[in-house]
Protein backbone atom coordinates (compact mmCIF):
# COMPACT_ATOMS: atom_id res chain seq x y z
CA UNK A 1 0.00 0.00 0.00
CA UNK A 2 2.35 2.89 1.38
CA UNK A 3 6.01 3.51 0.41
CA UNK A 4 4.89 5.29 -2.54
CA UNK A 5 3.15 8.05 -4.38
CA UNK A 6 0.81 6.39 -6.74
CA UNK A 7 -0.45 7.59 -10.04
CA UNK A 8 -3.71 7.35 -10.92
CA UNK A 9 -4.23 4.28 -13.41
CA UNK A 10 -5.98 4.31 -16.74
CA UNK A 11 -8.39 1.69 -15.83
CA UNK A 12 -9.08 3.75 -12.80
CA UNK A 13 -11.70 6.17 -15.13
CA UNK A 14 -14.11 4.00 -15.34
CA UNK A 15 -14.54 3.05 -11.91
CA UNK A 16 -14.54 6.83 -10.96
CA UNK A 17 -17.73 6.47 -12.35
CA UNK A 18 -19.34 4.81 -9.53
CA UNK A 19 -18.81 7.16 -6.72
CA UNK A 20 -22.73 8.15 -6.03
CA UNK A 21 -23.72 11.33 -4.49
CA UNK A 22 -25.46 9.61 -1.63
CA UNK A 23 -23.54 8.42 1.67
CA UNK A 24 -24.70 4.63 2.78
CA UNK A 25 -26.33 4.75 5.89
CA UNK A 26 -23.64 4.24 8.55
CA UNK A 27 -24.12 1.05 10.67
CA UNK A 28 -23.23 1.57 14.59
CA UNK A 29 -23.58 -1.81 15.22
CA UNK A 30 -20.38 -4.14 15.25
CA UNK A 31 -21.00 -6.95 13.10
CA UNK A 32 -21.33 -10.39 14.18
CA UNK A 33 -17.57 -11.44 14.98
CA UNK A 34 -16.26 -15.02 13.17
CA UNK A 35 -13.74 -17.24 14.79
CA UNK A 36 -10.67 -17.58 13.17
CA UNK A 37 -11.68 -20.86 10.80
CA UNK A 38 -9.94 -23.99 11.50
CA UNK A 39 -7.50 -24.90 9.18
CA UNK A 40 -7.84 -26.87 6.17
CA UNK A 41 -6.68 -30.38 5.92
CA UNK A 42 -3.21 -30.31 5.05
CA UNK A 43 -2.59 -26.60 6.78
CA UNK A 44 -1.32 -25.41 9.77
CA UNK A 45 -1.58 -21.87 11.79
CA UNK A 46 1.12 -20.35 12.29
CA UNK A 47 -0.04 -16.97 13.67
CA UNK A 48 -3.50 -15.21 14.60
CA UNK A 49 -5.00 -12.54 16.18
CA UNK A 50 -9.12 -12.68 16.70
CA UNK A 51 -8.86 -8.72 18.42
CA UNK A 52 -11.00 -10.22 21.46
CA UNK A 53 -10.80 -8.24 24.58
CA UNK A 54 -12.59 -5.35 26.52
CA UNK A 55 -14.08 -2.42 24.60
CA UNK A 56 -11.90 0.62 24.15
CA UNK A 57 -8.61 -1.11 24.70
CA UNK A 58 -5.75 -1.16 22.35
CA UNK A 59 -4.50 -4.36 19.80
CA UNK A 60 -2.40 -6.53 22.01
CA UNK A 61 0.85 -5.43 22.81
CA UNK A 62 2.51 -9.00 22.25
CA UNK A 63 1.18 -9.30 18.55
CA UNK A 64 1.31 -5.87 17.01
CA UNK A 65 3.46 -2.51 16.95
CA UNK A 66 0.96 0.53 16.76
CA UNK A 67 3.07 3.59 14.19
CA UNK A 68 2.49 7.12 14.97
CA UNK A 69 3.10 10.24 13.41
CA UNK A 70 3.47 10.95 9.65
CA UNK A 71 6.65 8.32 9.04
CA UNK A 72 9.09 6.39 10.46
CA UNK A 73 11.89 7.90 11.88
CA UNK A 74 14.05 8.86 9.46
CA UNK A 75 11.81 7.21 6.64
CA UNK A 76 10.10 9.41 3.90
CA UNK A 77 7.41 12.06 4.69
CA UNK A 78 3.71 11.47 4.95
CA UNK A 79 4.62 7.76 5.05
CA UNK A 80 6.05 8.21 1.40
CA UNK A 81 2.44 8.62 -0.02
CA UNK A 82 1.34 11.77 0.60
CA UNK A 83 -1.51 10.96 2.87
CA UNK A 84 -2.23 13.36 5.28
CA UNK A 85 -3.27 12.31 8.69
CA UNK A 86 -1.04 11.32 11.79
CA UNK A 87 -1.28 8.13 13.21
CA UNK A 88 -1.92 8.15 16.86
CA UNK A 89 -2.52 5.05 19.37
CA UNK A 90 -5.17 7.04 20.82
CA UNK A 91 -8.35 4.61 21.36
CA UNK A 92 -10.53 6.75 19.58
CA UNK A 93 -8.80 6.12 16.77
CA UNK A 94 -7.70 2.22 17.04
CA UNK A 95 -9.07 0.10 19.58
CA UNK A 96 -10.91 -3.41 20.29
CA UNK A 97 -14.98 -2.80 20.47
CA UNK A 98 -15.28 -5.50 22.93
CA UNK A 99 -17.24 -7.74 20.39
CA UNK A 100 -14.35 -9.45 18.63
CA UNK A 101 -13.14 -6.63 16.10
CA UNK A 102 -10.64 -4.32 16.05
CA UNK A 103 -11.62 -0.61 15.06
CA UNK A 104 -9.51 2.03 12.78
CA UNK A 105 -11.58 5.60 12.99
CA UNK A 106 -10.57 8.40 10.49
CA UNK A 107 -11.02 11.24 12.80
CA UNK A 108 -11.00 15.37 12.47
CA UNK A 109 -10.11 17.66 14.61
CA UNK A 110 -12.10 20.97 14.98
CA UNK A 111 -8.77 22.60 13.77
CA UNK A 112 -9.07 20.53 10.78
CA UNK A 113 -6.30 17.88 11.83
CA UNK A 114 -7.11 14.12 10.51
CA UNK A 115 -5.91 11.10 12.87
CA UNK A 116 -6.12 7.89 11.86
CA UNK A 117 -4.18 4.94 12.81
CA UNK A 118 -1.70 2.02 11.44
CA UNK A 119 -0.46 -0.83 12.72
CA UNK A 120 1.77 -3.69 11.93
CA UNK A 121 3.09 -7.01 13.31
CA UNK A 122 5.95 -7.21 15.59
CA UNK A 123 6.71 -10.85 13.32
CA UNK A 124 8.35 -10.09 10.10
CA UNK A 125 9.05 -13.75 9.15
CA UNK A 126 5.71 -14.58 7.25
CA UNK A 127 7.20 -16.40 4.46
CA UNK A 128 6.45 -20.07 3.10
CA UNK A 129 9.17 -22.63 4.03
CA UNK A 130 10.61 -24.21 0.62
CA UNK A 131 7.66 -26.07 -1.47
CA UNK A 132 5.12 -25.01 0.81
CA UNK A 133 2.39 -22.51 0.44
CA UNK A 134 1.81 -19.31 2.91
CA UNK A 135 -1.66 -17.81 3.00
CA UNK A 136 -2.40 -14.45 4.33
CA UNK A 137 -6.10 -13.88 5.31
CA UNK A 138 -8.25 -10.82 7.35
CA UNK A 139 -11.91 -10.91 7.50
CA UNK A 140 -12.53 -7.02 7.23
CA UNK A 141 -15.71 -4.25 6.72
CA UNK A 142 -13.94 -1.72 4.73
CA UNK A 143 -15.32 1.41 6.40
CA UNK A 144 -19.36 1.81 6.01
CA UNK A 145 -18.86 5.36 3.81
CA UNK A 146 -19.45 6.14 -0.33
CA UNK A 147 -19.97 8.77 -2.48
CA UNK A 148 -18.01 12.55 -1.56
CA UNK A 149 -18.78 11.68 2.28
CA UNK A 150 -15.70 9.01 1.22
CA UNK A 151 -13.02 11.16 -0.69
CA UNK A 152 -10.11 10.41 0.56
CA UNK A 153 -10.63 6.95 2.61
CA UNK A 154 -7.73 4.80 2.15
CA UNK A 155 -8.28 1.48 4.22
CA UNK A 156 -5.43 -1.62 3.52
CA UNK A 157 -4.34 -4.58 4.78
CA UNK A 158 -1.29 -5.47 3.65
CA UNK A 159 2.31 -6.90 3.78
CA UNK A 160 6.40 -5.27 3.92
CA UNK A 161 9.71 -7.49 3.27
CA UNK A 162 11.05 -7.61 6.85
CA UNK A 163 14.64 -5.34 5.54
CA UNK A 164 12.55 -2.18 5.27
CA UNK A 165 12.68 -1.76 9.01
CA UNK A 166 15.26 -0.03 9.80
CA UNK A 167 16.54 0.94 6.60
CA UNK A 168 13.31 2.88 4.72
CA UNK A 169 15.32 3.61 1.15
CA UNK A 170 15.30 -0.18 -0.25
CA UNK A 171 11.20 -0.17 -1.28
CA UNK A 172 10.47 -1.19 -3.64
CA UNK A 173 12.52 -3.86 -4.08
CA UNK A 174 11.95 -5.52 -0.47
CA UNK A 175 8.59 -6.25 -1.99
CA UNK A 176 5.64 -5.28 -0.94
CA UNK A 177 1.58 -7.54 -0.78
CA UNK A 178 -1.30 -5.32 -0.99
CA UNK A 179 -4.14 -8.00 0.29
CA UNK A 180 -6.50 -5.57 0.29
CA UNK A 181 -6.74 -1.83 -0.51
CA UNK A 182 -9.46 0.67 -1.38
CA UNK A 183 -10.38 4.24 -1.97
CA UNK A 184 -12.59 6.87 -1.29
CA UNK A 185 -15.27 3.93 -0.94
CA UNK A 186 -15.67 2.23 -4.00
CA UNK A 187 -16.98 -1.26 -3.84
CA UNK A 188 -13.58 -2.47 -5.35
CA UNK A 189 -10.69 -4.52 -3.30
CA UNK A 190 -7.55 -4.18 -5.50
CA UNK A 191 -4.30 -6.64 -4.77
CA UNK A 192 -1.15 -5.05 -5.90
CA UNK A 193 2.04 -6.45 -5.82
CA UNK A 194 5.37 -3.69 -5.34
CA UNK A 195 8.36 -4.95 -5.82
CA UNK A 196 11.55 -3.90 -8.17
CA UNK A 197 12.94 -0.85 -8.32
CA UNK A 198 11.01 2.78 -8.76
CA UNK A 199 9.94 4.65 -11.24
CA UNK A 200 9.25 1.80 -13.64
CA UNK A 201 10.99 -1.28 -13.43
CA UNK A 202 9.48 -4.69 -13.50
CA UNK A 203 6.25 -3.65 -11.46
CA UNK A 204 5.44 -0.61 -13.20
CA UNK A 205 6.39 1.43 -9.95
CA UNK A 206 4.24 3.68 -8.43
CA UNK A 207 1.89 2.08 -9.55
CA UNK A 208 2.30 -1.70 -8.89
CA UNK A 209 1.28 -4.71 -10.71
CA UNK A 210 -2.36 -4.76 -9.73
CA UNK A 211 -6.17 -5.63 -10.38
CA UNK A 212 -9.54 -5.11 -8.91
CA UNK A 213 -12.89 -6.16 -8.60
CA UNK A 214 -16.17 -5.69 -6.41
CA UNK A 215 -17.10 -7.44 -3.53
CA UNK A 216 -18.85 -10.72 -4.14
CA UNK A 217 -22.69 -10.32 -2.79
CA UNK A 218 -22.89 -7.09 -0.74
CA UNK A 219 -20.41 -4.18 -0.72
CA UNK A 220 -17.33 -3.79 0.49
CA UNK A 221 -18.65 -1.22 2.27
CA UNK A 222 -21.65 -3.04 3.78
CA UNK A 223 -20.64 -6.15 4.99
CA UNK A 224 -17.41 -8.31 6.43
CA UNK A 225 -15.43 -10.24 3.45
CA UNK A 226 -12.54 -12.16 3.58
CA UNK A 227 -8.98 -11.26 1.60
CA UNK A 228 -6.50 -14.01 1.08
CA UNK A 229 -3.05 -13.36 0.07
CA UNK A 230 -1.15 -16.77 -0.83
CA UNK A 231 2.66 -17.34 -1.66
CA UNK A 232 2.89 -20.97 -3.40
CA UNK A 233 6.28 -22.29 -3.82
CA UNK A 234 4.80 -25.92 -4.29
CA UNK A 235 4.48 -24.91 -7.99
CA UNK A 236 7.23 -24.33 -10.83
CA UNK A 237 6.90 -21.26 -11.69
CA UNK A 238 5.93 -20.33 -7.92
CA UNK A 239 2.81 -17.88 -7.79
CA UNK A 240 1.72 -15.22 -6.02
CA UNK A 241 -2.25 -15.01 -5.50
CA UNK A 242 -5.16 -12.77 -4.14
CA UNK A 243 -8.84 -13.53 -3.52
CA UNK A 244 -11.39 -12.24 -2.15
CA UNK A 245 -14.44 -14.13 -0.26
CA UNK A 246 -12.55 -17.50 -1.91
CA UNK A 247 -12.42 -15.88 -5.50
CA UNK A 248 -9.49 -15.98 -7.22
CA UNK A 249 -8.75 -12.34 -9.21
CA UNK A 250 -5.54 -11.71 -9.78
CA UNK A 251 -2.34 -13.98 -10.00
CA UNK A 252 1.19 -13.21 -10.79
CA UNK A 253 4.08 -15.77 -11.45
CA UNK A 254 7.94 -16.25 -10.62
CA UNK A 255 8.83 -16.54 -14.53
CA UNK A 256 7.14 -12.71 -15.15
CA UNK A 257 10.37 -11.20 -13.58
CA UNK A 258 13.87 -11.79 -13.91
CA UNK A 259 15.99 -13.49 -11.02
CA UNK A 260 17.25 -10.69 -9.40
CA UNK A 261 14.30 -8.81 -8.76
CA UNK A 262 12.56 -12.03 -7.54
CA UNK A 263 15.17 -13.07 -5.14
CA UNK A 264 15.06 -9.47 -3.88
CA UNK A 265 11.74 -10.12 -3.04
CA UNK A 266 11.51 -13.02 -1.69
CA UNK A 267 14.83 -14.43 -0.36
CA UNK A 268 15.08 -12.52 2.63
CA UNK A 269 13.41 -13.38 6.21
CA UNK A 270 9.66 -12.80 5.35
CA UNK A 271 7.14 -9.98 5.81
CA UNK A 272 5.30 -8.24 8.14
CA UNK A 273 2.03 -7.35 8.34
CA UNK A 274 0.10 -4.40 8.42
CA UNK A 275 -3.06 -2.64 9.24
CA UNK A 276 -4.42 1.35 8.75
CA UNK A 277 -6.70 3.56 7.51
CA UNK A 278 -4.91 6.75 5.66
CA UNK A 279 -6.47 9.58 4.52
CA UNK A 280 -5.65 11.41 1.39
CA UNK A 281 -2.43 10.14 -0.76
CA UNK A 282 -1.41 9.18 -4.25
CA UNK A 283 -4.00 6.85 -4.66
CA UNK A 284 -7.10 8.27 -3.38
CA UNK A 285 -6.06 11.28 -5.32
CA UNK A 286 -5.69 9.52 -8.34
CA UNK A 287 -8.80 7.86 -8.57
CA UNK A 288 -10.41 10.97 -7.73
CA UNK A 289 -8.57 13.02 -10.00
CA UNK A 290 -8.38 16.10 -6.84
CA UNK A 291 -6.30 16.15 -3.95
CA UNK A 292 -8.66 14.55 -1.17
CA UNK A 293 -9.86 14.36 1.30
CA UNK A 294 -12.44 17.07 0.92
CA UNK A 295 -15.05 19.44 2.69
CA UNK A 296 -17.48 17.04 1.90
CA UNK A 297 -15.28 14.21 3.47
CA UNK A 298 -17.06 12.77 6.40
CA UNK A 299 -14.59 11.57 9.51
CA UNK A 300 -15.66 8.99 11.97
CA UNK A 301 -16.19 5.56 9.94
CA UNK A 302 -14.10 2.58 10.75
CA UNK A 303 -12.31 -0.02 9.73
CA UNK A 304 -13.77 -3.12 11.05
CA UNK A 305 -11.26 -6.22 11.56
CA UNK A 306 -12.52 -9.06 12.95
CA UNK A 307 -9.35 -11.38 12.50
CA UNK A 308 -5.98 -11.97 10.53
CA UNK A 309 -4.48 -14.99 10.66
CA UNK A 310 -1.15 -16.87 8.65
CA UNK A 311 -1.66 -20.39 7.49
CA UNK A 312 0.77 -23.07 5.85
CA UNK A 313 0.93 -25.88 4.08
CA UNK A 314 3.86 -27.99 3.65
CA UNK A 315 2.54 -28.69 -0.27
CA UNK A 316 3.47 -32.79 -0.07
CA UNK A 317 7.37 -31.44 1.13
CA UNK A 318 9.69 -31.32 4.05
CA UNK A 319 11.38 -28.28 4.37
CA UNK A 320 15.10 -28.64 4.95
CA UNK A 321 15.75 -25.04 6.08
CA UNK A 322 15.08 -23.90 9.92
CA UNK A 323 11.95 -21.86 10.01
CA UNK A 324 12.72 -18.52 8.53
CA UNK A 325 14.12 -15.74 10.92
CA UNK A 326 15.85 -12.43 9.97
CA UNK A 327 18.95 -14.26 8.24
CA UNK A 328 19.92 -13.73 4.48
CA UNK A 329 19.44 -15.94 1.74
CA UNK A 330 22.82 -16.02 0.40
CA UNK A 331 21.31 -15.76 -3.50
CA UNK A 332 19.30 -13.09 -2.25
CA UNK A 333 20.82 -9.05 -2.98
CA UNK A 334 22.18 -8.73 0.56
CA UNK A 335 22.61 -4.74 1.24
CA UNK A 336 25.74 -3.67 3.06
CA UNK A 337 23.87 -1.65 5.29
CA UNK A 338 21.54 -4.68 6.26
CA UNK A 339 24.81 -6.04 8.47
CA UNK A 340 24.46 -7.27 12.15
CA UNK A 341 27.85 -5.90 13.07
CA UNK A 342 30.62 -3.63 11.41
CA UNK A 343 33.80 -2.14 12.81
CA UNK A 344 35.08 1.42 10.85
CA UNK A 345 32.79 2.16 8.42
CA UNK A 346 29.90 4.91 7.68
CA UNK A 347 26.28 4.76 5.71
CA UNK A 348 26.02 6.68 3.39
CA UNK A 349 23.21 7.86 0.43
CA UNK A 350 24.29 6.93 -2.96
CA UNK A 351 23.64 9.56 -5.30
CA UNK A 352 22.95 7.42 -8.23
CA UNK A 353 22.67 3.26 -8.70
CA UNK A 354 19.11 3.07 -7.78
CA UNK A 355 19.88 5.69 -4.49
CA UNK A 356 19.47 4.03 -1.51
CA UNK A 357 22.23 3.59 1.42
CA UNK A 358 25.53 2.10 1.16
CA UNK A 359 28.18 1.35 3.40
CA UNK A 360 31.92 3.60 2.79
CA UNK A 361 34.82 4.82 4.07
CA UNK A 362 36.26 1.54 4.45
CA UNK A 363 39.94 1.14 4.99
CA UNK A 364 42.24 -1.88 6.18
CA UNK A 365 41.29 -3.69 8.97
CA UNK A 366 37.18 -3.01 8.45
CA UNK A 367 34.57 -5.39 8.26
CA UNK A 368 30.92 -6.23 8.07
CA UNK A 369 29.08 -9.18 10.12
CA UNK A 370 25.39 -10.96 8.18
CA UNK A 371 24.17 -13.69 10.17
CA UNK A 372 22.27 -16.69 9.07
CA UNK A 373 23.53 -16.34 5.30
CA UNK A 374 21.33 -19.31 4.26
CA UNK A 375 22.75 -21.28 1.76
CA UNK A 376 21.22 -24.27 1.37
CA UNK A 377 22.83 -27.61 0.21
CA UNK A 378 23.96 -26.48 -3.37
CA UNK A 379 27.13 -25.53 -3.33
CA UNK A 380 27.46 -21.13 -3.82
CA UNK A 381 30.72 -21.19 -5.71
CA UNK A 382 30.43 -17.68 -6.74
CA UNK A 383 30.57 -14.13 -5.04
CA UNK A 384 30.18 -10.52 -6.45
CA UNK A 385 29.96 -7.15 -5.28
CA UNK A 386 28.68 -3.93 -6.24
CA UNK A 387 31.68 -1.17 -5.29
CA UNK A 388 32.90 2.01 -5.99
CA UNK A 389 35.82 4.04 -5.35
CA UNK A 390 37.73 7.32 -5.25
CA UNK A 391 40.70 6.41 -3.95
CA UNK A 392 43.93 8.08 -4.68
CA UNK A 393 46.33 6.85 -7.08
CA UNK A 394 48.50 3.89 -5.64
CA UNK A 395 45.70 2.78 -3.24
CA UNK A 396 44.07 -0.38 -3.64
CA UNK A 397 42.62 -3.22 -1.59
CA UNK A 398 40.52 -6.33 -1.34
CA UNK A 399 37.40 -7.45 -0.29
CA UNK A 400 37.34 -10.33 1.40
CA UNK A 401 34.81 -13.42 2.05
CA UNK A 402 35.44 -15.38 5.11
CA UNK A 403 32.80 -17.39 7.28
CA UNK A 404 31.84 -17.49 10.95
CA UNK A 405 35.17 -15.29 12.21
CA UNK A 406 36.68 -12.23 10.92
CA UNK A 407 39.71 -13.61 11.15
CA UNK A 408 38.94 -16.97 9.92
CA UNK A 409 40.13 -18.07 6.02
CA UNK A 410 39.46 -16.41 3.22
CA UNK A 411 37.35 -18.28 1.05
CA UNK A 412 37.50 -15.78 -1.62
CA UNK A 413 38.18 -12.23 -2.63
CA UNK A 414 38.55 -9.60 -5.06
CA UNK A 415 40.96 -6.30 -5.84
CA UNK A 416 39.47 -2.87 -6.01
CA UNK A 417 41.43 0.59 -6.59
CA UNK A 418 40.08 3.28 -8.31
CA UNK A 419 36.49 2.93 -10.43
CA UNK A 420 36.14 6.62 -11.51
CA UNK A 421 34.52 8.18 -7.86
CA UNK A 422 33.10 7.87 -4.70
CA UNK A 423 29.87 7.25 -6.60
CA UNK A 424 30.94 5.41 -10.02
CA UNK A 425 29.55 1.74 -8.91
CA UNK A 426 31.00 -1.40 -10.68
CA UNK A 427 29.81 -5.13 -10.09
CA UNK A 428 32.91 -7.06 -9.63
CA UNK A 429 32.85 -10.79 -9.25
CA UNK A 430 34.99 -13.59 -7.64
CA UNK A 431 35.26 -17.38 -7.63
CA UNK A 432 34.99 -18.49 -4.00
CA UNK A 433 35.25 -21.82 -2.40
CA UNK A 434 32.11 -24.22 -2.17
CA UNK A 435 30.02 -23.03 0.41
CA UNK A 436 26.56 -24.92 2.22
CA UNK A 437 24.95 -24.88 5.13
CA UNK A 438 24.01 -21.61 7.10
CA UNK A 439 27.39 -19.38 8.41
CA UNK A 440 27.80 -16.01 9.08
CA UNK A 441 29.86 -14.14 6.61
CA UNK A 442 32.18 -11.59 7.47
CA UNK A 443 33.40 -8.71 4.68
CA UNK A 444 36.82 -7.91 5.45
CA UNK A 445 38.87 -5.36 4.62
CA UNK A 446 42.81 -5.55 3.79
CA UNK A 447 44.82 -3.02 2.57
CA UNK A 448 48.35 -2.12 2.09
CA UNK A 449 47.64 1.75 2.87
CA UNK A 450 45.23 3.57 5.45
CA UNK A 451 43.19 5.14 3.46
CA UNK A 452 39.98 4.64 2.76
CA UNK A 453 39.80 2.82 -0.05
CA UNK A 454 36.30 1.39 -1.13
CA UNK A 455 32.55 2.09 -0.75
CA UNK A 456 30.23 -1.71 -0.91
CA UNK A 457 26.09 -0.61 -1.81
CA UNK A 458 25.38 -5.20 -1.99
CA UNK A 459 26.54 -8.03 -2.46
CA UNK A 460 25.49 -11.86 -3.70
CA UNK A 461 26.54 -15.01 -3.95
CA UNK A 462 25.77 -17.57 -7.07
CA UNK A 463 26.56 -21.24 -7.89
Not at 175 to 180: Q, R, S, T, V
Not at 251 to 278: E, S
Amino acid sequence: MHHRRRRARAALAAVTALLTATMAAFATASPASASVPSPPSGWSLVWADDFDGPAGSLPSSDNWIIDTGHSYPGGPPNWGTGEIQRYTDDPANLSLDGSGNLRITPLKSASGEWTSARIETRRADFKPAPGGVLRIEGRIQMPNVTGDAALGYWPAFWALGSPYRGNYQNWPGIGEFDIMENVNGLNQVWGVLHCGVAPGGPCDEFNGLGASRACPGSSCQEAMHTYRFEWDTSVSPNQLRWYVDGQLYHTLRQDQFDATTWNNMTGHGGYFLLLNVAMGGGFPNGVAGFDTPTSATVPGRSMLVDYVAVWHSDGGTTPTDPPPGDGFDARSTIQAEAYNAQSGTQRGQAEDDGGGEYVGWIANGDWLRFDDVRFGSTPATQFKARVASGAPDGVSGLVQVRLDSPTGQVIGDFAVGNTGGWQSWRTIPANISPVTGTHTVYLTFSSGQPADFVNLNWFTFAN
